[in-house]
């Protein structure tokens, strides 16, 4: 069946843009991450949502990035004011339950000039 | 200390020789443990679960030494196919959920 679809799979801006990034999950997955991982680096958590609960935000680094899932499926990170340092890919994972059971999109590559 | 450490790497290994690579993790709550590879440019897959001592499947292994809060990935005969990166998670049990705690990744070179 599909997999976790990302869009855009690349993004280019300038700083000071607002970007979305969108992220369809698998089908039936009630839980659904955000990552970023800068070049090198590993997976930094950004946000979870599970279900009907109220997300957990706690790896947002600042009040410019915010994240919403509609209907349980769809979600979109938005970056406000977009930085340079905000350059790097981020990543979407969602999972029926249990971290063995997780799979990631291919990721948003986002380059901000 | 990061919540999940790992080997530094890179590591660069002809093929079939054996290679392997140590994860520390910092909450001993923690239960269950996975190797996730990462290709170049591509979102990270799952390799391996962990969840008591250790773990085989093929030419992988994996342990786990509570006492030390280590997990350890061995490859042996190693393949061209292997270069990648290997991440090591350890999830934290918090709020209902797991969250997944990746490390920064080892990155392996298996070169002919």
């Known amino acids: 069946g599909a997999g976790v679809s990302q869009s855009p799979s690349n993004k280019v801006t300038e700083k000071g843009k607002d970007v979305e990034l969108r992220c369809d999950p698998i089908?039936?997955?009630?839980?659904l991450y955000w990552y970023r991982q800068s070049l090198g680096q590993g997976l930094e958590f950004l946000i979870y949502?599970?279900?009907?609960?109220?997300?957990?935000k706690s790896g947002l680094p600042s009040d410019r990035f915010s994240a919403e899932r509609t209907g349980g499926s769809v979600s979109t990170l938005t970056i406000q004011r977009t930085q340079q340092e905000d350059s790097a890919v981020y990543l979407c994972?969602?999972?029926?339950?249990?971290?063995?059971?997780?799979?990631f999109g291919a990721g948003t590559r986002l380059s901000v000039l | 200390r990061k919540e999940v450490e790992q080997d530094p790497g890179p590591f660069n290994v002809p093929e079939g020789a054996t290679v392997a690579f140590n994860c520390t993790y910092s909450?001993?709550?923690?239960?269950?443990f996975f190797w996730y590879r990462q290709d170049c440019r591509k979102e990270p897959k799952l390799l391996m679960s962990?969840?008591?001592s250790g773990n085989e499947d093929g030419r992988f292994t994996a342990q786990l030494n509570r006492a030390s809060q280590y997990i350890s990935l061995l490859i042996r005969d190693s393949k061209l196919s292997d270069s990648a990166t290997y991440l090591c998670?350890?999830?934290?049990?918090?709020?209902?959920?797991?969250?997944?705690?990746f490390g920064a990744g080892t990155r392996l070179a298996v070169h002919p």
């Open positions: 949502f599970q279900g009907n609960s109220a997300p957990d």
């Open positions: 089908s039936g997955h009630t839980a």
């Open positions: 909450n001993s709550a923690s239960q269950s």
């Open positions: 998670v350890a999830p934290l049990f918090s709020g209902g959920y797991n969250k997944l705690i």
């Open positions: 994972a969602s999972s029926s339950g249990g971290a063995g059971r997780t799979s």
């Open positions: 962990v969840y008591s």
